[in-house]
């Protein structure tokens, strides 16, 4: 029986052939398919969550036995520059309430909202600190409005390429920590943390009080076992530091969204049984009874 619980991030509005989605469709295409390959969970990268109607996508995650784990939110900030950083405040007040209509949402459908480029930007280091309390300061009241609907968020690391600060696992980690806001956790992703910090493994350790979600990505963004990260030793790290939260796959969907859906999930399956192996004491008990 698996120890950790996996998801696969899907995606029901149009995406680019890039975006790190791997299933995408209706949701209950992608949860009968999710489901079929024997996935514990799905995630949604959505936006306009009014649009949508989440007492349909509960009972549809229900019919198919799967965890909706977490709303990812980018798209509010790829498609209409929702941030909660901008010098402009009305940008800042509707990303806010943008934000809090996920939580609504997510309320519903028993989720995590995962706050990661909706950050948004800086203009230069010497913008740094004010971008970070304009962060805080609108963290702080989306925490309050999500302890009300009993909703908990979590702060994502994202790589140089789509966000200019709060890129390495110690930025976001001590940046949440500071926070000491109940309902505010730690999400980490392989794939950047592959590019942003020293050590994986170090880093799992280091947060491990805080961790509340992963995403598993191999180098390249695809499947886990594509490229070259070690997902042994960080299964291993995870058995170590008693994880309890999700693992989802956001990986690029080569060489196409059911073959990395299900390549990805019976590469981390099989990794860890490995690692659970690898943790077991060695004791010959026959050897020391014949040496005695």
């Given at each position: 029986m698996s120890k950790f619980k996996y998801g696969?991030?899907?995606?029901?509005?149009?995406?680019?052939?890039?975006?790190?989605?791997?299933?995408?469709?209706t949701f209950e295409e992608c949860a009968q398919k999710?489901?079929?390959?024997?996935?514990?969970?799905?995630?949604?990268?959505?936006?306009?969550?009014?649009?949508?109607?989440?007492?349909?996508?509960?009972?549809i995650a229900a019919q198919y036995e799967l965890d909706i784990t977490c709303i990812c939110t980018g798209m509010e900030y790829l498609?209409?520059?929702l941030n909660l950083t901008s010098d402009d405040k009305a940008v800042r007040t509707a990303a806010v309430s943008k934000l809090k209509e996920h939580i609504d949402f997510a309320e519903i459908i028993g989720s995590l909202v995962c706050i990661g480029t909706?950050?948004?930007q800086i203009p230069g280091s010497e913008y740094l600190q004010l971008h970070y309390?304009?962060?805080?300061?609108?963290?702080?009241?989306?925490?309050?409005?999500?302890?009300?609907?009993?909703?908990?968020?979590?702060?994502?690391?994202?790589?140089?390429?789509?966000?200019?600060?709060?890129?390495?696992?110690?930025?976001?980690?001590?940046?949440?920590?500071a926070l000491n806001l109940e309902n505010v956790g730690l999400h980490l992703d392989?794939?950047?943390?592959?590019?942003?910090?020293?050590?994986?493994?170090k880093s799992l350790e280091k947060f491990s009080d805080i961790l509340t979600y992963l995403h598993y990505s191999d180098a390249n963004r695809g499947y886990p076992g594509s490229c070259s990260i070690d997902f042994l030793?960080?299964?291993?790290?995870?058995?170590?530091?008693?994880?309890?939260?999700?693992?989802?796959?956001?990986?690029?969907?080569?060489?196409?969204?059911?073959?990395?859906a299900r390549r990805g999930l019976q590469y981390v399956k099989a990794i860890e049984q490995a690692a659970t192996i690898k943790r077991m004491p060695l004791k010959d008990t026959l050897y020391k009874k014949h040496k005695k």
């Open positions: 696969i991030q899907i995606s029901v509005d149009e995406v680019s052939e890039r975006t790190p989605s791997i299933l995408r469709g999710a489901k079929s390959i024997g996935y514990d969970g799905v995630e949604l990268f959505m936006h306009t969550p009014y649009k949508k109607d989440p007492h349909l996508f509960k009972s498609l209409y520059n909706m950050r948004g309390r304009r962060l805080e300061e609108g963290l702080i009241e989306l925490s309050e409005y999500a302890q009300s609907k009993n909703v908990k968020l979590v702060v994502e690391d994202n790589p140089q390429y789509v966000s200019n600060f709060l890129n390495s696992a110690d930025e976001v980690g001590n940046f949440v920590r392989t794939h950047c943390m592959a590019m942003e910090d020293d050590n994986i493994e030793a960080i299964a291993k790290t995870l058995m170590d530091i008693d994880y309890q939260g999700y693992i989802t796959l956001e990986c690029q969907p080569y060489p196409n969204s059911e073959e990395c």
